[in-house]
């Protein structure tokens, strides 16, 4: 008796629903599992998205694209097509809208009930172009953008220097917001609502108007075209460009990878900037210089 008893309590506790990780370890192993795709350590990323799903924690959905692209990575298809059916339809939308789910795939049967097309295709070719000048200037391979939205390298790029692109970059935006507001994502896509506030992003030049633009983006945060980040980018770059203390710690006073050293800009309450960078969707700030350090060095 004694015998089995104990073998209902060994196979209770082996039936046991999953345990609930605090929201703050859930966020934390996430952005481990992100760290793991930047390295390129795809079995432990699987194996940290594995214990997540296996918990009642929600999984962001940027950060469950991070999971599924790590499974993709490991070549585990059937896999990647059981987690697809057990998604949320936010979610699911926006691995659509990120083209996740390829359009020859048997899975994009999750996407054909979701409206992808932009009320205003003109614009938002308009400021991907922007976008693609943008980051190539900076150093940034645009390939897949590129590829993604069918355009010629050699018919986008300009080939301007960084001062000269940021001031035609922001002159071509602040037409666009007079003639059509600050435009939202179902006009133009969410590629290029995180080109809109990169270029405002980019405009120390012009500190007035960039500071005139925090409250269209944390307007555009609220409504869901924007992610939290983008607000905090912004509003930290603007006080420290005022000489006051950042709230977010996203800027650098220093960064040199030969010796591993990194600094924050003079940041508020230090103590409490992880606690503020959860709220906005942000990585831990450890993790966030490792991964500065880590771009700093390509």
Known sequence: MKFVLLLLLCLGATLAPAQ?????????????????????????????????????????????????????????????????????????????GKNFIHKDSPDYVHCRSFNTEVSHPELELDIIKMFVNDQMVRGANMESILNRYNL??????????????????????????????????KMVGAEAMNAIFLIIQHSDRDKSWQRSQLPNIELAVKNGDMDGQSYAYLYDRIKLGAGEKQLYGTQFTSLDPKTNQIELGPTEDPGNLDKRRMEVGMMPIDAYKRLALISSRK
């Open 152 to 185: 010629k390298k050699e018919a986008v790029v300009k080939g301007l220097d960084m001062p000269a692109t940021d001031l035609e970059n922001r002159t071509r935006l602040k037409e666009i917001l007079s003639k059509h507001g600050f435009p939202t994502k």
């Open 20 to 96: 609930e990780l605090s929201a703050t370890d859930a966020w934390k192993l996430s952005w481990r599992m992100y760290m793991s795709k930047i390295e390129k350590n795809y079995e432990l990323g699987e194996r940290q998205f594995d214990s997540l799903r296996a918990t009642k924690s929600r999984i962001d959905k940027k950060l469950m694209l991070t999971g599924l692209e790590i499974v993709n990575q490991r070549n585990d298809i059937a896999k990647v097509s059981e987690i697809l059916k057990e998604l949320d339809v936010e979610t699911l939308e926006y691995l659509c």
